[in-house]
C-alpha cells in the first residue's frame, strides 16, 4: 500500500478499506430507517404547469376584479363629465359686469365737487 | 440500487415527474454513500445524518431541476456535500473555532492493543487532519470507487483539482500508516 505512488490513477484497495472503515457510521440501519421515515412523508408534487395553473387561479379572479374596478371607474368618470357640463345662468351675466373700469372716478368727483 | 426490475434513470425520471416513491429510493440507494460524505466534511454522525436529511429535502424540493437525462448519484451527492459545507461553515461561524478544532480527533486509548485498531486509530487521525474536500475525496475515489469526473461533480471542483485532493491525502494517509510500521514495538 504505501509503496504506491500518490499519483496513482488505479484505486489502492488496501487504502480504501481502511479508509471505508473510518468512514462506517454506528447503526447504518437506524440512519436508513429514520431516513425512510423522512422520505415517506414528502408532500407529492406536481408538474412546473400544476403550479403555474395553481398560482393563475389567483391571478385570473385578481384580474377579473380589477377589470371591473376599471370599468366602473370608467362609468364613474363618463357620468361625473355629463354632470359638468356648463349651466345656463338664470340672470343675465353681463348684466352683473361694470359698465366703466375702476371705482377711482366717484371718489375723485367727491374731491372735486368740494374745492 | 435495488434489483426492481426499473433501471435508475427510470426511477430518475419519475422522481423528476414528482413521484415521491422513485425520489425516496434513489436518495435509499445512495444514502450510505450521502452519509459518509456528509461525515468527511463535519466529522460528526449526529450531525451528517441531519444533513442527510437536509439534503434528502432540498434535493425534493429541487427535483424539477434535475436533469433525468444525467445521473442522479453526482446530483443528489452534490447537494448532500454543499449542504455539509453550509453546515460546517455555520459551525465555524458559532464557534469561531479552527477546523481542526472543530473536528473531534479520536485518539487511540492505550488499551488498543492490537495493530488493526492502531491502524485504524492512526487511519482516523490522518483524515481527521485532513481538509474536509481532500477527506471526501480519498474516500470516493478510494473507498467507494468513484471516477475523477464523478468525485469533481460531487464537489463543484474541476477533475485536476480532485487529482490533486486525492494525491495530497493518499500522500498523508500513507505517511501517517508508514510511520505506524516505523515505530518501534
Partial sequence: MTDRSPFDAERD???????????????PAGFELRLGATLARLPERGSQWDVLAAWARPGVVAAAVAAGFLLGFAVWQAWRARLATPAVPSVAVAMLQPTTRGGEQPIMYAVLEGR | MRSTGVSESQWAAAANKGDADAYGRLVLAHATVARR?????????????????????????????????????????????????????????????SLDESIPSRQAGPDL?????????????ALASLPERQRVAVMLFDGEGYSHAEIAAVLGVPEGTVRSYVFHARRALRRALAALVEEPA
Fill in chain 2, 37 to 97: 460524505i456528509a461525515y468527511g466534511v463535519l466529522g460528526d454522525w449526529d450531525e451528517a445524518d441531519d444533513v442527510v436529511q437536509d439534503g434528502a429535502l432540498a434535493g425534493w424540493q429541487a427535483i424539477e431541476r434535475y436533469d433525468p437525462a444525467r445521473a442522479f448519484r453526482p446530483w443528489f451527492l452534490r447537494i448532500v456535500a454543499n449542504a455539509a459545507l453550509d453546515q460546517l461553515r455555520r459551525r465555524r461561524v458559532r464557534d469561531a473555532d
Fill in chain 1, 13 to 27: 484497495p488496501e487504502l480504501g478499506e481502511l479508509v471505508r472503515g473510518a468512514f462506517t457510521g454506528p447503526d
Fill in chain 2, 113 to 125: 492493543a492490537t495493530e488493526r485498531v492502531l491502524m485504524r486509530s492512526r487511519i482516523d487521525e
